[in-house]
């Protein structure tokens, strides 16, 4: 939906939640003529000053966990019912189990989308998440490091609404996750 961004748009989200849970959004796109536009989104979750109690009820220190990604998007109008786009991630994870166990990740991710309104009032898209994703993982543990890939599962998503003269929206969604 990128295609219909008109002149500047920001968003940003703040939660700060119970048990140091936290999660931040920022966005901002642009109209990009003659009928496209184009985005940048940050996204991070996050818990932290978690204690850690062994089985033996040893206190092994704070445990914490974040989630972030950077995306850019690129959305173009084909014609007046129809557009595509695409977005590219940039994936980080970092765990922190103890002061001398630490896990961390870096990976990409493409998506791929479109959106049709055949005719007023009705409308489908779907969305492809997640091609060729993949994590590299390192584990920091005491001295030793070890590294490892996890390849990322892509999610199918199609949906459909139906909007009658702004009295009723009626909207359906499934998803399918492509696991090989």
């Known amino acids: 939906l990128l295609s219909s961004t008109e002149g500047l748009e920001l968003g940003n989200s703040l939660f700060l939640l119970s048990q140091d849970r936290n999660l931040q959004v ?5 109209k990009l003529p003659p009928s496209g536009g184009a985005g940048i989104s940050i996204f991070r979750a996050g818990v932290d000053n978690i204690l850690s109690i062994s089985s033996n009820e040893q206190n092994l220190g704070n445990i914490g966990y974040n989630d972030f990604f950077g995306m850019l998007s690129f959305g173009v109008q084909l014609n007046q019912h129809s557009s595509i ?4 991630k940039s994936l980080f994870q970092n765990f922190k189990i103890s002061d001398n166990e630490k896990y961390s990740s870096k990976g990409i991710a493409f998506d791929f989308g479109f959106y049709v309104t055949p005719i007023k009032g009705i409308s489908f898209g779907a969305k492809i998440e997640n091609l060729s994703a993949k994590y590299n993982w390192n584990e920091n543990i005491s001295d030793d490091s070890q590294n490892y890939e996890e390849i990322i599962p892509s999610r199918l998503l199609i949906g459909s609404s139906y909007s009658f003269e702004d009295i009723l929206l009626l909207t359906i969604q499934h998803e399918i996750i492509l696991i090989s």
Do not use: A, L, M, T
């Not at 920022?26 to 642009?30: C, T």
């Not at 786009?85 to 590219?88: E, I, L, R, S």
């Open 26 to 30: 920022f966005s901002i796109s642009r």
């Open 85 to 88: 786009g695409f977005n590219v």
